[in-house]
């Protein structure tokens, strides 16, 4: 086994598609975690990587002669509005790996240092955001969402000032690919048809290979990435999850979660729900989010009409054509994703109605999300109802919402069901007050708190008794009202 077996296919494309950027050197790296199952998947010598040589890796010095850092170009839409020049302004591509398992991979460094796409940062990252988007990605791979996954945290032994002085870190993080909608817009935006296509071409070859089979190739690859995105928002929603900041240049076109900034779990379900500090007028609510996920890929679609046909009334129509696939492709997988949370029969007539009755019940009496089907599973494998009743402030909405819930979900087997609520509704999540605290005692050097929560989110569908204090939600001193980006 080779320490770092790069095979570096995107540094192979034109010029334009990037930068090549030197990593900062860290002071003085010290590891934090390494994530070795991950790294036993990437065929990469774990070993090393913990070693002195590796750790300076890691942190963005010491680079083996295999790699070939880069910062990618890209634009985007944040927020709605339109920013031509974006690109990697603290993260560098190492280079591409095959694991195990046959897949291509991503290796990046974030928080290495300013790049020429930086504008005005520095390129580094702060401790906070760096464990966070450790705990975070490594919690919804176990959940069951695609995502991007941390390979290793890294403190760098350098002081990173935003509001205040925050002791600087490095996150590797490793994703199927890094190509984002924002990548096509950059290219579409510049008007430079070649690169577009041979962008186009790449994502193909590397992420949908079938598309390469079809006479419409490029048609076949927007309709590969709606797919995927379809699938993707219910696995987000049907956990409570609010990603944050669901710009154009955060949307991955692979169908992985990427760029973990100002997310958060919802706790006190209502659709509405906001925790972004910079977003100030719900733009990314829980509820919003499959509108702007099509809002996103009709901007995709938009940067790929050069490609999708010579006339360009026809390619706008089938532009328009593969967009019209992507709601009830979602609607049916976030159907299907309540359903079995709520132990309903698949298809069942009065499913949506059942779910959006149960929805404003939660909402009026701001029930816990997570908690909700947590309880709720524990009632439908033969625990009294207490449990369910105490989350509600009228106990007596409670039970008449659970008769109704006995006559909905059927007269199926019982046990089948519950078994097929148990798959879906985790124990644990990463609750947001504990990310904070884990967070919080970082600073003080007490990485106790972040290895726990690490750890016991390796399993979050299994009862852990002895972590039973990781499952509670807040007390109020405890809620966290806001999360930041880290930039």
């Not at 997570?370 to 109802?385: C, I, K, P, Q, V």
């Not at 089948?416 to 605290?437: G, L």
């Amino acid at each position: 086994m080779t320490a770092l077996p790069f095979d570096n296919s995107y540094a192979r494309l034109p010029g334009r598609f990037f930068s090549r950027v030197q990593p900062d050197t860290a002071p003085a790296p010290e590891l934090i975690r390494l994530n070795r199952g991950l790294a036993d998947v990437l065929r990469l010598d774990a070993d090393w990587l913990s070693s002195p040589d590796g750790i300076a890796m890691l942190a963005g010095g010491a680079l083996p002669g295999e790699a070939d850092s880069i910062a990618m170009a890209y634009a985007g839409h944040q927020f709605g509005g339109w920013v031509p020049q974006l690109g990697d302004g603290r993260a560098l591509l190492l280079g591409e790996v095959v694991g195990r398992d046959g897949l291509r991979r991503d290796v990046q460094l974030k928080g290495s240092g300013r790049t020429p796409y930086s504008r005005q940062g520095d390129g580094k990252a702060p401790l906070g955001p760096v464990l966070r988007e450790y705990i975070v990605s490594e919690a919804m791979a176990a959940l069951g969402v695609p995502t991007s996954r941390s390979l290793a945290a890294v403190l760098t032994g350098e002081t990173v000032y935003r509001e205040t002085p925050l002791p600087g870190a490095v996150l590797t993080r490793v994703a199927e690919s890094h190509i984002r909608v924002g990548t096509f817009q950059y290219f579409g935006a510049h008007g430079d048809r070649d690169g577009l296509r041979e962008l186009a071409n790449y994502a193909i070859a590397r992420h949908y290979p079938a598309a390469a089979d079809s006479d419409r190739p490029y048609r076949k690859l927007l309709d590969g990435v709606i797919s995927r995105q379809a699938r993707l928002i219910p696995k987000w929603m049907g956990l409570g999850f609010i990603h944050g900041v669901m710009n154009t240049d955060n949307m991955q076109i692979a169908g992985e979660t990427i760029d973990y900034g100002p997310c958060a779990f919802m706790e006190a379900f209502h659709p509405k729900t906001v925790f972004s500090s910079i977003d100030h007028f719900g733009r990314y609510a829980w509820v919003n989010q499959p509108r702007i996920a099509e809002w996103n890929l009709a901007r995709l679609a938009e940067a790929l009409i050069p490609l999708l046909a010579d006339d360009e009334a026809e390619a706008i129509a089938d532009a328009r054509d593969a967009l019209s696939g992507f709601a009830p492709q979602l609607s049916a997988e976030l159907a299907d994703t309540f359903e079995r949370k709520f132990g309903l029969p698949e298809g069942q007539d009065g499913n949506s109605e059942f779910i959006e009755s149960a929805f404003t019940l939660m909402a009026e009496n701001a029930v816990d999300f997570t908690l909700f089907f947590r309880e709720l599973t524990r009632f439908a494998s033969g625990t009294d109802n207490a449990g369910f009743k105490s989350l509600f402030r009228e106990a007596g909405g409670a039970d008449a919402w659970l008769e109704a819930w006995k006559k909905t979900s059927g007269t199926g087997d019982p046990s089948e069901r519950t078994k097929r609520m148990q798959r879906q509704n985790p124990v644990f999540i990463p609750r947001n007050h504990r990310v904070e605290e884990a967070i919080r005692r970082a600073m003080s050097n007490d990485f106790g708190p972040f290895h726990r929560l690490v750890d016991v989110l390796k399993s979050p569908f299994r009862e852990q008794p002895e972590h039973a204090d990781l499952e509670r939600r807040p007390r109020p001193e405890e809620r966290v009202q806001r999360t930041f980006c880290g930039t």
